[in-house]
């Protein structure tokens, strides 16, 4: 793979590393893509990565060798969503676009020989981005950006479930036969 400034977060970072451990283990041709990845790449904090950058679960329009524009998500397993709208971050494909920003391209050279031209058109939900913009907008209204809000407050005779009122059991009180 040949690549032009990828930038991941330190979470995709982590997420990567696992799967290259995974992968070593059975041989796998995605390794060397990988180990790449992972020894060129920037890492980032969650909170300061690019809106326009790739990264796992964002929805992004893509195209290869110059094709039609396709729409996936970015996932680190295939099983999630529905068929046909996620790319898993364990293909050729998935992994060359994390960490990718849009505008840029990359080329990938699969197991046999072939290759292909990547171009990120454009980023079109990001989660880290979406989480910040949420913070900014709590900020504005006035609400605390981090922590707690009290959904439910119990009654003061509230008990636990189970638990009969007027049954107490005090040092007086033969508790029965033992369980042994």
Same mark, same amino acid.
């Given at each position: 793979?040949?690549?032009? !400034?990828?930038?991941?977060?330190?979470?995709?970072?982590?997420?990567?590393?696992?799967?290259?451990?995974?992968?070593?283990?059975?041989?796998?041709?995605?390794?060397?893509?990988?180990?790449?990845?992972? @020894?060129?790449?920037?890492?980032?904090?969650?909170?300061?990565?690019?809106?326009?950058?790739?990264?796992? !679960?964002?929805?992004?329009?893509? @195209?290869?060798?110059?094709?039609?524009?396709?729409?996936?998500?970015?996932?680190? !397993?295939?099983?999630?969503?529905?068929?046909? @709208?996620?790319?898993?971050?364990?293909?050729?494909?998935?992994?060359?676009?994390?960490?990718?920003? %849009?505008?840029?391209?990359?080329?990938?050279?699969?197991?046999?020989?072939?290759?292909? %031209?990547?171009?990120?058109?454009?980023?079109?939900?990001?989660?880290?981005?979406?989480?910040?913009?949420?913070? %900014?907008?709590?900020?504005?209204?006035?609400?605390?950006?981090?922590?707690?809000?009290?959904?439910?407050?119990?009654?003061?005779?509230?008990?636990?479930?189970?638990?009969?009122?007027?049954?107490? %059991?005090?040092?007086?009180?033969?508790?029965?036969?033992?369980?042994?």
């Amino acid at each position: 793979m040949k690549s032009t !400034n990828c930038c991941l977060t330190t979470k995709d970072f982590a997420v990567l590393e696992v799967m290259l451990e995974r992968r070593r283990a059975f041989a796998d041709p995605i390794v060397h893509m990988l180990e790449h990845k992972l @020894s060129t790449a920037d890492i980032v904090p969650i909170d300061s990565v690019g809106p326009d950058i790739v990264t796992l !679960n964002s929805r992004v329009v893509f @195209s290869i060798d110059a094709g039609h524009a396709e729409t996936r998500t970015l996932v680190q !397993n295939e099983g999630r969503g529905p068929v046909g @709208s996620s790319l898993s971050v364990a293909t050729r494909r998935g992994l060359c676009m994390l960490g990718m920003a %849009q505008g840029r391209t990359a080329l990938i050279e699969h197991a046999d020989g072939r290759r292909e %031209q990547i171009l990120i058109k454009a980023v079109l939900y990001q989660p880290e981005a979406a989480r910040r913009a949420v913070r %900014q907008k709590d900020r504005a209204d006035g609400r605390r950006p981090h922590g707690l809000t009290l959904v439910y407050s119990a009654a003061d005779d509230w008990r636990p479930l189970g638990e009969t009122a007027g049954m107490r %059991q005090t040092e007086d009180d033969d508790p029965g036969p033992s369980a042994a």
